[in-house]
């Protein structure tokens, strides 16, 4: 079924990549899987070509600009300047995401489910992000069990954890958690045995996949330490990588399950730019093994203006019910949303750095919502939201983007099945980007990519170089 399934999107994908050529070397590399090798052995065995396509790159095409730097663009974070290599997914400003060239909705349709019209299971993307193709779900049930097998947390990480105030923020328990796991790495013994750098992304892998599949377990210690009197939950000996984080957590509805799939599928990745995403390939460009660099990018996700957004979205939500009430009208809901703005402060999920349209990952959060929850009243209250702040935000001049991003909806589904503390939901977040940007990490190890070394200037070389220029 998974094989004519995308036997015939890839049809579908061929046709668009005549019309979009930008899309033509996704579809090229991407293909159904059929081999039964594991996700080791298709690595070794695809590396070689992409060197060769690296290379070849930079040999004929390595003085084609890109385009032009202007003072706004330094001045402005480097938003919309091209400076990074991120194979994994990338976000097009109209379209959104895409992952290896795969669209949401297409992932959907096309990687192996733990049910049938299920959510994708996040192990199937994994294969996906690293290999440009489609897992079979025995490859999937593969990866799966060797997670499983890869899911033991040393006594030394929990004794850090519990060394930590019981009320300090869930992000600095994680990060702290991850940071204890750094002493078994593979790739940091490796490269004291003075490994060659051709082999670097061997333990690089080992390292990653490990990593990956101990973050459930370190996340749920921290969520049961918080809320739930220290009493853990072991994983379960046969569910998936997302079915078992919710079992972890304490959450057996399946309902429940599958959000979670499919929460960990669409935070995964979201092309190389974003902040947790930068980070981590930014030190692991040092040679920094992935749990250290890992550790960098949750730290940088558990900033107001990346991952703990979506624990803001929530408990603004929740502001305004407690004000307005659950059934407020949309002129009131006008009122309250401008009564935030006036007050200098920001309404919560709505805006996106680079898309410029509803987020997509927005779109099939609220999909789900529909199938599963229409009649909650949160779920009605963002739906009300969707119509009434986009229009404010465009009245006020200032916002490139005013529609909904992700975060705008996944804390009200969260809420419904009872995972209610909001100041959690980044650690969620956090356990789903690892998929990415490990993903990411182990090819830039293949590839050899350099240590990342930006120049920078200071206002008064600015000012010269304006003034010359002028």
């Keep these: ?13 061929r046709s668009r990549a005549v019309q979009q050529p930008g899309l033509r070397n996704y579809v090229r590399w991407f293909q159904v899987q059929t081999s039964s090798e594991d996700l080791h052995s298709q690595l070794k065995e695809l590396i070689p070509e992409q060197q060769e396509r690296l290379k070849k790159l930079r040999s004929e095409h390595g003085k084609v600009q890109l385009g032009n730097i202007t003072v706004d663009m330094v001045l402005g974070g480097m938003r919309g300047m091209t400076g990074l290599l991120w194979e994994t997914s990338l976000l097009d400003p109209e379209e959104g995401i895409r992952f290896r060239g795969l669209s949401i909705p297409e992932c959907q349709n096309l990687l192996p489910a733990a049910k049938s019209g299920g959510e994708p299971l996040p192990e199937g993307l994994l294969w996906l992000l690293l290999t440009g193709k489609v897992p079979t779900k025995e490859q999937v049930d593969s990866l799966s069990k060797e997670l499983r097998n890869r899911a033991t947390v040393p006594d030394h990480v929990y004794k850090t954890i519990d060394a930590l105030p019981i009320d300090a923020h869930p992000m600095t328990q994680f990060a702290t958690g991850v940071m204890a796991l750094q002493v078994q790495s593979e790739f940091q013994k ?6 060659h750098k051709s ?23 921290v969520y049961r330490r918080m809320y739930k009197n220290g009493q853990v939950i072991p994983m379960h000996d046969s569910l998936d990588f997302g079915g078992n984080f919710a079992h972890m957590l304490g959450f057996d509805d399946p309902a429940m399950q599958e959000l979670m799939r499919l929460y960990v599928t669409i935070h995964s990745d979201h092309e190389g730019g974003n902040v947790s995403a930068h980070t981590g390939h930014l030190v692991a460009s040092a040679l920094s093994d992935p749990y250290l660099s890992f550790a960098a990018a949750l730290n940088g996700l558990a900033g107001p203006l990346h991952g703990l957004a979506n624990q803001e979205v929530l408990l603004w939500i929740k502001s305004v019910v407690g004000e307005c009430g659950e059934n407020v009208s949309k002129e009131d809901l006008k009122k309250y949303v401008w009564k935030t703005l006036n007050s200098g402060k920001v309404v919560p999920g709505f805006g996106h750095g680079v898309l410029r349209k509803t987020d997509p990952r927005y779109t099939c959060q609220r999909e ?18 969707y119509e009434v702040v986009p229009p404010i935000l465009l009245d006020l001049g200032k916002v490139k983007n005013p529609w909904p991003n992700v975060d705008a909806h996944s804390g009200v589904l969260l809420n419904y099945y009872g995972l209610t503390e909001a100041r959690y939901y980044t650690v969620l977040f956090g356990v789903s980007r690892a998929i990415g940007i490990c993903a990411q990490l182990i090819w830039d190890r293949a590839l050899g990519l350099p240590l990342e070394r930006p120049k920078s200037v200071t206002m008064e070389w600015l000012e010269k170089h304006c003034k010359k220029a002028a």
Excluded: C, R
Excluded at 368 to 385: G, I
């Design 1 to 13: 079924m998974v094989f004519h399934k995308g036997a015939s999107l890839l049809t579908k994908l």
């Design 368 to 385: 789900f919502a529909l199938k599963h929850l229409p009649e909650d009243p949160l779920f009605k209250l963002v739906s009300n939201l």
């Design 199 to 221: 082999k670097y992304w061997e333990p690089t892998f080992e390292d990653s996949l490990s990593l990956i599949a101990q973050l459930p377990i370190v996340a749920s210690y």
């Design 190 to 195: 490796a490269y004291e045995k003075g490994i």
